[in-house]
């Protein structure tokens, strides 16, 4: 596996993290909606950013979503 796929990888494995705290956190007796949020956001980040990589492009250092998926709409 190429250096790139194997980062990419691990960004996804990333991502899958904050979508199961987001679940978690959905599934809770008191649902802290702030935290689903930002869990989501920054799956989205980080699945941008694995197949930024796993097609070659580099990204911006950003938490912005429209920012890092600038490279994709060209």
């Not at 989501?40 to 097609?55: N, S």
Request: proline fraction near 4%; include cysteine.
């Amino acid at each position: 596996m190429s250096e790139h796929l194997e980062i990419a990888r691990q960004w996804l494995a990333k991502a899958g993290s904050d979508l199961l705290n987001a679940d978690n956190n959905l599934n809770s007796d008191e649902v802290p909606y702030d935290t689903v949020c930002f869990h989501c956001q920054q799956a989205g980040e980080k699945l941008l950013k694995a197949y930024l990589i796993g097609i070659g492009q580099e990204f911006p250092y950003s938490h912005d979503l429209f920012r890092i998926s600038t490279p994709i709409m060209r």
